[in-house]
């Protein structure tokens, strides 16, 4: 079965610095992937290669067979790979319900109808509300300002905001960071409950949540591929727990 998603040899070097050093990894359709390692592993880098945020200096990125490796970040997401970022990328001063709608319409190709009113939108208001209320906001939350939300909601707004676009492919860079663990539950839960036609790469500090969330794991270290298998296996790896997870984890 093609892969959903796939890299070959992808190397990225900064000078005399390789941050990523021949990864190859191959993503099934509706996967539930993710990608851990200690700070400095090449983690995001990893990301922004996949994304086309930054160019690979050796190998190829691959979208459900296509070879996108020269295309650009807006190409991209227009194929349906989608990202989040460890730092929030959102209007404050929008609510979740117009911040959502407008990248609705961005879907659509109906922002250019600027004349026109967010709420003449009526199918596209109302596929906004759906969404969020598919992530547990409730009606206040959804109207109140985006900057008046607890960090683990923004978070989630994010998460709806990628959703928005329809992804085939979604890439989650540390959704959970910053988020208090009570307020993490709600972030694991909402990626948990996503389709199978959308398939998650997720990139996470937070053992916990990856363990409970993924069916396969990456383990970087010093940018290169260390280990890969199911949770089981990476947990009682010798090697893993080594340079990352320690002794005391999962063990």
Do not use: C
Request: avoid cysteine; charged fraction near 25%; charge should be neutral.
């Amino acid at each position: 079965m093609m892969a959903a998603l796939a890299t070959e040899g992808l190397t990225r070097d900064f000078g005399g610095f390789r941050a990523v050093a021949d990864v190859t990894l191959a993503l099934a359709q509706g996967a539930r992937h993710a990608v851990i390692g200690p700070n400095g592993a090449g983690k995001t880098t990893l990301v922004n290669l996949l994304t086309g945020a930054l160019r690979p200096s050796a190998g190829r990125v691959r979208l459900g067979g296509e070879d996108v490796t020269a295309l650009p970040q807006h190409a991209r997401v227009k194929r349906s790979l989608v990202r989040t970022f460890q730092i929030n990328q959102l209007f404050p001063d929008l609510s979740p319900e117009e911040a959502v709608t407008l990248a609705l319409l961005e879907r659509e190709g109906l922002t250019t109808r600027w004349w026109r009113p967010v709420a003449a939108h009526g199918a596209v208001l109302a596929e906004a509300r759906a969404l969020l209320d598919s992530l547990r906001f409730t009606p206040a939350e959804m109207r109140a300002g985006t900057r008046s939300l607890a960090y683990g909601r923004q978070r989630l707004l994010e998460i709806a905001l990628a959703l928005a676009l329809k992804p085939r492919v979604l890439l989650l860079d540390e959704p959970a960071a910053g988020v208090p663990p009570g307020e993490s539950r709600a972030v694991l839960e909402a990626v948990a409950a996503l389709p199978r036609d959308v398939t998650v790469l997720l990139i996470e500090h937070d053992m916990d949540l990856v363990f409970r969330f993924a069916e396969r794991i990456t383990v970087l270290a010093q940018g290169a591929v260390l280990a890969e298998g199911a949770p089981e296996a990476i947990a009682r790896d010798a090697r893993v727990r080594e340079v990352y997870l320690g002794e005391a984890t999962h063990g």
